[in-house]
């Protein structure tokens, strides 16, 4: 695989979302749940991350992402 496509499917636990987007926890979750912020991956029973394409999608223009998209 090469580097560009393994750095689009890295997966970023949640405070680096939160430096990297500079949303709190609760604004990320809301916007998950209104299809406005990219869906977490399930890692394991209780843990989650993101994968860093997404994130880096939405950074690109966060007022127009749609999740699913």
């Known amino acids: 695989m090469d580097e560009q496509k393994q750095t689009l499917l890295t997966v970023i636990r949640l405070k680096q979302v939160?430096?990297?987007t500079?949303?709190?926890?609760?604004?990320?979750?809301?916007?998950?749940?209104?299809?406005?912020f990219p869906r977490s991956v399930q890692l394991s029973v209780r843990s989650v991350g993101w994968r860093r394409g997404d994130i880096d999608l939405w950074l690109a223009n966060p007022a127009a992402y749609k999740a699913g998209e």
Not at 22 to 36: C, D, W
Request: no cysteine; aromatic share 6%; charged share 15%.
């Open 18 to 20: 939160i430096t990297a």
């Open 22 to 36: 500079g949303l709190p926890r609760s604004t990320i979750y809301a916007r998950m749940k209104a299809g406005t």
